[in-house]
């Protein structure tokens, strides 16, 4: 027998909280207007092109290069099921976000610091931006469940779609603004490394520290009282999540997914090393991802509200899949600079489709009243998943780049063919 609807999943009554079907209300327009900070702040910060080119110039080896986005990815979802058992019995989420948002903006700024400061000694260097980006991920990681929860509560959800279709769309084309500033940064400004690379990351910088502020300001509403379990509790409940066929089959293609990220970092990699483009086609790549977003994302959000996630997330899959085949192609054929843009192209066509298809597909399957407990388990058992990106880099180092690509397409395939066992969306 299911349980009513929790109070906590629906749109708080009130007048800050009325709004049209056409229009947003307060809390919603501070959740937009911070997705559009933490778009822009992710074209400055891009794991998988500013953030590799930057280690490929320091010389980082390939096993290194894939750990970035593995640290990013899998650090933000590692400890989210330790954070569900902290956060789980809070009728107030948002103090454990603001707290967590201080940490991680500390750490862009030491990341800011070290790439200004010890280029001269890459070793050092390096790891020092490693470790602050691993503090960052971990401080992700423990405000990413509080976010989805304050969200859950503050946008119903028939309107979700439209909300995160409103972040991604105008976030995307701020993306591309932020693009076309790498791209001049790193080329026709005249700075040169590693205060071009610094500048870039103090924008971010700036970017999500607006944005973090202004999820801050939310209006949040209670949850009704809920027991703490601990983390032991959380632990003992995930055979009783795993026993819903919903959530299982939903890991799966998570699963698969995040082992076929482990091309992702070697895109930027192979157009530096490989096929020796000049390093400001980095700033062309990062516009070619943030600018595939805004169309990408009106596309989506219309099969979101027609289809349901299920058929965002198989149809995503197969535009993740190409993007690896793709790089294979153009490097096999010699095809150039501009034919190398589709992969990050269909990359970022991807990556938007998960980002409204996974976030829509969980809160939909979760249960209201085990919504964290759903959402760290799936978080953390994902999260080991996309360390992938080390073993591709691996590989990398002792065959190359194209046998990592077709693994990930592999993965892809399988992935898309798992999708058939997700629930339909009602």
């Not at 007048?15 to 997705?35: F, K, Q, V, Y």
């Not at 995160?164 to 080329?187: E, H, M, Q, T």
């Not at 379990?229 to 995040?258: K, M, S, W, Y």
Request: glycine content about 10%; proline content about 7%.
């Amino acid at each position: 027998m299911s349980e009513p609807p929790s109070p906590a999943a629906s749109v708080p009554e009130g007048p800050a909280a009325t709004a049209g079907r056409t229009g947003w209300n307060r809390n919603e327009r501070l959740g937009i207007l911070n997705g559009w900070a933490v778009f822009t702040g992710d074209g400055f910060f891009n794991v998988s092109v500013v953030v590799a080119g930057f280690a490929a110039r320091l010389g980082a080896p390939n096993w290194v290069i894939g750990l970035l986005p593995a640290i990013a990815g899998g650090g933000w979802m590692l400890p989210q099921l330790l954070v569900a058992a902290r956060v789980r019995p809070l009728p107030y989420k948002l103090p454990v976000y603001r707290s967590a948002a201080t940490v991680r903006t500390l750490s862009y700024i030491a990341m800011v610091l070290v790439a200004a400061l010890l280029t001269d000694r890459p070793a050092l260097c390096l790891s020092l931006f490693v470790l602050s980006m691993m503090v960052n991920a971990l401080a992700s990681g423990v405000s990413g469940l509080p976010f989805l929860e304050v969200v859950s509560k503050t946008v119903s959800s028939d309107r979700r779609p439209r909300f995160f279709g409103a972040r991604n769309l105008y976030g995307g084309l701020l993306a591309f603004g932020a693009g076309l500033l790498v791209r001049w940064i790193l080329g026709p400004s005249g700075l040169t490394f590693p205060y071009d690379y610094a500048l870039i990351f103090a924008l971010g910088t700036l970017a999500f520290t607006l944005g973090y502020w202004v999820f801050g300001r939310i209006d949040e509403p209670p949850d009704p009282p809920q027991s703490a379990q601990g983390v032991r509790g959380e632990l003992r409940a995930i055979p009783e999540t795993l026993r819903d066929p919903h959530f299982r089959a939903f890991l799966t293609v998570r699963l698969l997914l995040a082992g076929a990220s482990m091309s992702e970092p070697f895109f930027a990699a192979n157009a530096l090393r490989e096929l020796h483009f000049p390093a400001a086609t980095l700033g062309i790549f990062v516009m070619a991802l943030t600018g595939a977003a805004p169309l990408s994302n009106v596309v989506w959000q219309r099969v979101a509200e027609r289809q349901g996630s299920r058929r965002i997330i198989r149809s995503a899959s197969v535009c993740y899949g190409l993007a690896p085949l793709l790089a294979v192609l153009v490097g096999t054929l010699h095809l150039g600079t501009w034919a190398y843009l589709g992969v990050f192209v269909l990359s970022s066509v991807a990556a938007q489709g998960f980002n409204l298809g996974h976030t829509n597909h969980l809160l939909n399957i979760a249960p209201p009243a085990a919504r964290s407990r759903y959402i760290g388990t799936l978080n953390t058992l994902v999260g080991a998943a996309l360390f992938t990106p080390v073993v591709g880099g691996l590989l990398a180092d002792a065959a190359g780049y194209t046998p990592v690509f077709i693994g990930s397409a592999v993965l892809c395939a399988l992935a898309w063919w798992q999708c058939g066992r997700l629930r339909r969306d009602a």
